[in-house]
T-cell receptor, first 117, second 114 residues
């Protein structure tokens, strides 16, 4: 079974600085997707960034980028120029790309990010 | 485009009572998921529907939880009788059919069982 591990329960960053959130996962599959979701106090899960395992190039979305190391099964999120609105719980998630299988998301336990003004 | 709607947003019940949650998906989304998020944990899938058929309910406590998706649109999740450990946020997510497509989440229902 696939598992996702986030070893940093809490992180803090100064406004305008850069922070990296860590995630590791375990799977025997070769084709899958990895995600970072943001969950603010409103509880609405918002997709931040997505990475297809078959792509070697790291995904980027404006101030958000990932470092995807497939062999090491590592998937970290870098937030540049941190803003107060980035404060939230961040979840790393895995989803199989196998055809015909359930495509449920498997989540880590989350990292609570605080942004200091 | 309207997002995933859920109601109620909050519910407080006593143990052994019953409760139901409702989810209205984004129009055209064939796949619907119910996740349970216990405080301090990531969401965990309870059940996945494809149209009105169940794809995965392996982690649904079937002795007390039930879910249905009539006509492949709205869905309800019911707990009867509730236990203290059912206190959690219940998230509904929907997606177009296929693993490639993004899941869109509703705002969730926070359940407190006393």
């Amino acid at each position: 079974a696939q598992t996702v591990t986030q070893s940093q329960p809490e992180m803090s960053v100064q406004e305008a600085e850069t922070v990296t959130l860590s995630c590791t996962y375990d799977t025997s599959e070769s084709d899958y997707y990895l995600f970072w979701y943001k969950q603010p106090p409103s509880r609405q899960m918002i997709l931040v960034i997505r990475q297809e395992a078959y792509k070697q190039q790291n995904a980027t979305e404006n101030r958000f980028s990932v470092n995807f190391q497939k062999a090491a099964k590592s998937f970290s999120l870098k937030i540049s120029d941190s803003q107060l609105g980035d404060a939230a719980m961040y979840f790393c998630a895995y989803r199989s790309a196998a055809g015909g299988a359930t495509n449920k998301l498997i989540f880590g336990t989350g990292t609570l990010l605080a942004v200091q003004p | 485009e309207a997002g995933v709607a859920q109601s109620p947003r909050y519910k407080i019940i006593e143990k052994r009572q019953s409760v139901a949650f409702w989810c209205n998906p984004i129009s055209g989304h064939a796949t619907l998921y119910w996740y349970q998020q216990i405080l301090g944990q990531g969401p965990k899938l309870l059940i996945q529907f494809q149209n009105n058929g169940v794809v995965d309910d392996s982690q649904l406590p079937k002795d007390r939880f039930s879910a249905e998706r009539l006509k492949g649109v709205d869905s309800t999740l019911k707990i009867q009788p509730a236990k203290l450990e059912d206190s959690a946020v219940y998230l509904c997510a929907t997606a177009l059919q296929g693993a490639f497509y993004e899941q869109y989440f509703g705002p969730g229902t926070r359940l407190t069982v006393t």
